[in-house]
């Protein structure tokens, strides 16, 4: 117990605070990284003055560190249902932590006061208060922004200042040591797929208005500040999520005009769309799938101008393999690619058939393949998918796999990716569900190494509507809306009231695994990947997508060796 009347820890990133239970501290207050690398921390705290009658003690936060600090209030959401009690995990309903709310590093204070006292505010709207009935965390990141920054040791000295008194009322610390090595730039191609409608229905704004593009700038650079560097492209409106006979609101870049029973192509809007995503730090693009979910029977969404009438031109009405669509995509495929072309991005374009095909729609996804497969020769293509066969036969060039069945993959294919949802999460497999643990979901970077994987992709960036597109719901509120049992699986990021993008605890502890990925792949260029291999086994065994993290403490102590060694053979 602290002789302070706040009590704080320092715990590492993959700690789980929980509001009812008193946290564990580290035994060895130090971690590493590498000098380019993002390392993140928590501090956990509580209000333990039993004397005091006061039930909360408010604080501000004075950091001392020569390294670049971002600190972030941890916001609560909560999780009415567990999931999968068998796994290894401990599930649980309850408070989770996953927002992160953004906070000024010791900003200037300004006393103020009223009637009854005075307190320090440091100026920031987010108030730190520590209260007695519950522990409540921060979430400060190292070098954020991925300068590098100098190695060796750092000492980070953290006190908490009473804003009744501006006086130190609790102090803790740590040691980063830096490592003088780098991460190696990603390779892997990263995508969660963003819905430009549910930011539209959100915040009230029309679609690709200006006000639109200052929110999109907002989540796509959340998103590429945590390693994705890939967008969903809404071409067309993306045929995903939605029953059948019913439409998403309308997210169509490709202005279409049909004059003369010809086809004219504006790529204006397109252009718009991949210069803002650039900017945000997206450097590939997915086009919206060419035909619809689960089965490739009808064709996207597409509206057009004709006769100077705004309409539908295909829809579900359409058949996918049938003259009329097959004419247009014949007509559009080419046009945009010289488009692209011109922007010197058309390799940088990953494009899709139909959102995951099983066996029995085999025969109507094959006929939509040959419409386009000529035109798209050259090309990313490739969809989200489960069984080899799709691969193995040439339908699909680009397997996105489902890890839960990727195995039968390995060693077969030389641009594997790998997917999942909120399903796949049994037998210890990774996920970054709500109430999967911290450690299971950055377990994903060795799993991704091991197999050589060259892409992921997620479907839920900012999906906040319930089954099949409908209703929106505040993912602040009720986090478990689209799937009581799923916690979170739709989304990784949340809305602020005033369009900024909320980053969260799971999806900074994702972009922790690719950066393990990344420091697997710098240790290989040092030893070969034979010993990088090796080195993994020595921790876990031959690894698959079913081998667990295990623990914080074992998962922690990994990445430690891995950057002695890096440090050792650099």
């Keep these: 117990m602290s002789d302070y009347p706040i009590n704080a820890v320092v715990l590492s990133s993959l700690y789980r605070v929980f509001p009812e239970i008193n946290p564990t501290a580290a035994e060895k207050l130090s971690f590493s990284c590498l000098k380019n690398e993002p390392l993140s921390f928590q501090i956990a705290f509580k209000f333990t003055d039993e004397s005091n009658p006061a039930m909360s003690l408010p604080f501000n936060l004075r950091i001392e560190s020569d390294l670049p600090i971002s600190l972030f209030s941890e916001g609560a959401v909560p999780v009415l249902q567990s999931h999968d009690p068998n796994l290894q995990d401990k599930y649980r309903a309850g408070i989770f932590y996953d927002m992160l709310l953004p906070k000024t590093v010791n ?21 730190l208060h520590a209260v007695k009935d519950s522990w409540k965390a921060v979430w400060l990141t190292v070098n954020e922004a991925e300068k590098e920054v100098a190695p060796g040791k750092h000492d980070i ?72 560097n890939m967008i969903l492209t809404p071409c067309f409106t993306p045929p995903l999520d939605t029953p059948i006979g019913g439409e998403r609101m309308t997210a169509q870049l490709v202005c279409v005009e049909v004059v003369d029973g010809q086809y004219r192509f504006d790529f204006t809007l397109l252009k718009r ?27 996207p969404k597409v ?34 690619l010289k488009f692209l072309k011109g922007l010197k991005i058309d390799k940088s374009f990953l494009f899709h058939v139909s959102d995951e095909p099983f066996p029995r729609m085999k025969e109507d996804y094959q006929k939509a393949t040959d419409i386009v497969r000529d035109l798209l020769d050259g090309y990313m293509r490739g969809d989200a998918l489960s069984h080899y ?7 699909v060039q680009t397997p996105i796999v489902a890890t839960d069945f ?20 049994g ?15 950055r377990m994903l970077g060795v799993q991704l190494y091991s197999y050589n994987i060259k892409g992921f992709l997620h479907w839920g960036y900012n999906y906040y509507y319930d089954l099949l597109s409908n209703g929106l719901f505040d993912p602040k509120i009720e986090p478990c809306h689209y799937n009581g049992a799923n916690a979170a699986t739709a989304f990784i990021v ?10 969260s605890i799971r999806q900074k502890i994702f972009y922790e695994a690719l950066n393990d990925m990344r420091a697997l792949q710098a240790l290989e260029k040092l030893i070969g990947r034979n010993d990088t291999m090796k080195f993994i086994e020595k921790h876990y065994g031959v690894v698959d997508f079913h081998t667990h993290a295990e623990s914080e403490e074992k998962f922690i102590k990994f990445r430690e060796e891995l950057n002695k060694e890096i440090a050792i053979n650099s």
């Excluded at 066969?389 to 339908?395: A, L, M, P, S």
Aim: a positive charge; one cysteine or more.
């Design 273 to 299: 769309f991949i210069d803002e995503a650039k900017k945000c730090g997206i450097k590939y693009f997915e086009h919206s799938h060419l035909f619809t979910q689960w089965g490739a029977k009808h064709a």
């Design 406 to 425: 990727i195995h039968d993959f390995k060693g077969k294919v030389k641009n594997l990716w790998a997917y999942y949802t909120g399903g796949q999460c």
């Design 427 to 441: 037998d210890g497999m990774s996920n970054r569900k709500l109430n999967c643990s911290p450690w299971r979901n």
């Design 107 to 127: 900003p200037k204070l300004t006393a103020r006061s009223n009637a009854w006292d005075t307190r320090y505010f440091d100026g920031d709207s987010i108030q």
């Design 494 to 503: 949340y809305p602020a009231t005033n369009g900024d993008c909320i980053q």
């Design 157 to 228: 000295k953290i006190q908490l200042l009473s804003r009744n008194t501006n006086k130190v009322v609790s102090e803790c610390g740590l040691t980063v040591e830096v490592i003088d090595a780098k991460l190696p730039k990603q390779k892997l191609m990263y995508t969660n797929w963003f819905h430009c409608d549910c930011l539209c229905d959100t915040y009230g704004v029309e679609m690709f208005s200006e006000r639109f593009w200052e929110i999109f700038r907002n989540f796509a650079t959340a998103a590429a500040k945590n390693g994705m």
């Design 389 to 395: 066969e799709f691969y193995e036969d040439g339908t």
């Design 303 to 336: 509206m057009a101008t004709v006769n100077g009438k705004y309409k539908r031109i295909f829809g579900w009405e359409t058949a996918a393999s049938g003259k009329k669509y097959a004419d247009f995509l014949r007509a559009y495929i080419p046009e945009l």
